[in-house]
């Protein structure tokens, strides 16, 4: 019944910017880490950014000082600020969620949503 519905995926130039976001809707309880993963055609799916409930947050070394992943647990969003974008950069991102759906759980479940497309090129 969980849903994660990314949005904000576009083309972009280089050097340019662009704010990702995903919403977590369904039977939610409670969210724990929420974090953004990249995919590029024929290539293995990598994590981009993660962030806890407390607001910690971790960084692939590639995205460091560029991207800035933030949520608002009102909201049961999480967003990825990218900035001078690049490249290699480009892939479908996709958003991930630990969440207890029920009380009865002992420990929350991965959710994926759907991705979305991130071109950056002239």
């Known amino acids: 019944q969980v849903q994660l519905v990314e949005s904000g995926g576009g083309l972009v130039q280089p050097g340019g910017s662009l704010r990702l976001s995903c919403a977590a809707s369904?039977?939610?309880?409670?969210?724990?880490?929420m974090g953004w993963y990249r995919q590029a055609p024929g290539k293995q799916r990598e994590l981009v950014a993660t962030?806890?409930?407390?607001?910690?947050?971790n960084y692939a070394d590639s995205v460091k000082g560029r991207f800035t992943i933030s949520r608002d647990n009102a909201k049961n969003t999480v967003y990825l600020q990218m900035n001078s974008l690049k490249p290699e950069d480009t892939a479908v991102y996709y958003c991930?969620?630990?969440?207890?759906?029920?009380?009865?759980?002992?420990?929350?479940?991965?959710?994926w949503g759907r991705g979305t497309q991130v071109t950056v090129s002239t």
């Open positions: 369904g039977s939610i309880f409670s969210i724990y880490a």
């Open positions: 962030i806890t409930s407390g607001g910690s947050r």
């Open positions: 991930k969620a630990d969440i207890l759906t029920t009380v009865q759980q002992r420990m929350p479940g991965y959710y």
